[in-house]
């Protein structure tokens, strides 16, 4: 497999698990009880920076690249770039209505909720729509150079909640919340294999 996708591939499940965060949260808020909004700002203040400024432009160029060598394929891979958009637009309204909820002028916490869960489902089924259209149909007809000219890009950009170099003290409280939500996972997991 291309390093590209697999790194794409790899931030996929980043963005899902961040989605399940998110998801948490706002359930709590729209259930009258006790929501962290911060966290829900740090997570939306990183995807605002790392993939919507990173990988989506990275899956906008394979686009481009699979356009010029297959034009079917690129027909049958769907408008990334105009979901990217969306999705964009997207997280700016979330980020709004999550600042702003209970406010005067704000959105209720149904509102809020909703434009959470809309951002969720619709980035859910982007990742589902590159994974099983768009990466496939690449790898088939993407030359070696395609790929190589893409990897360049990738530059030495170190993913700032996920990534293994200097980590961005501003995440902190995002990181801690990601092993507290794997943990959980895990614990789960192993009494599932218990039961079984
Ligand atoms: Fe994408
Ligand atoms: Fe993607």
């Not at 996708?5 to 899902?16: G, P």
Request: glycine share 6%; proline share 4%; net charge negative.
């Amino acid at each position: 497999m291309s390093l590209v996708i697999s790194k794409l591939t790899e931030d996929h499940r980043n963005m899902v698990l961040l989605m399940s965060l998110i998801g948490r949260e706002v359930d709590a808020l729209e259930n009258g009880e006790r929501w962290d909004h911060r966290l829900v700002e740090f997570i939306l203040d990183y995807t605002q920076h790392h993939p919507d400024c990173r990988h989506h432009p990275l899956e906008d160029e394979i686009r481009d690249k699979l356009k010029r060598r297959a034009p079917e394929a690129a027909q049958a891979a769907g408008d990334v770039l105009a979901e990217h958009a969306e999705l964009i637009d997207l997280a700016h309204r979330l980020d709004d209505a999550v600042k702003t909820v209970g406010t005067k002028k704000g959105p209720t916490p149904e509102e809020t909720a909703a434009v959470a869960r809309e951002y969720r489902e619709r980035l859910l089924a982007h990742i589902d729509a590159e994974e099983t259209q768009l990466f496939p149909l690449a790898l088939e007809n993407l030359s070696a150079a395609d790929w190589q000219e893409i990897e360049d890009k990738l530059g030495s950009d170190i993913d700032p909640v996920f990534g293994g170099g200097i980590k961005e003290q501003k995440y902190e409280k995002l990181r801690k919340a990601i092993t507290a939500w794997e943990d959980e996972a895990a614990l789960v997991e192993a009494g599932r294999d218990e039961v079984g």
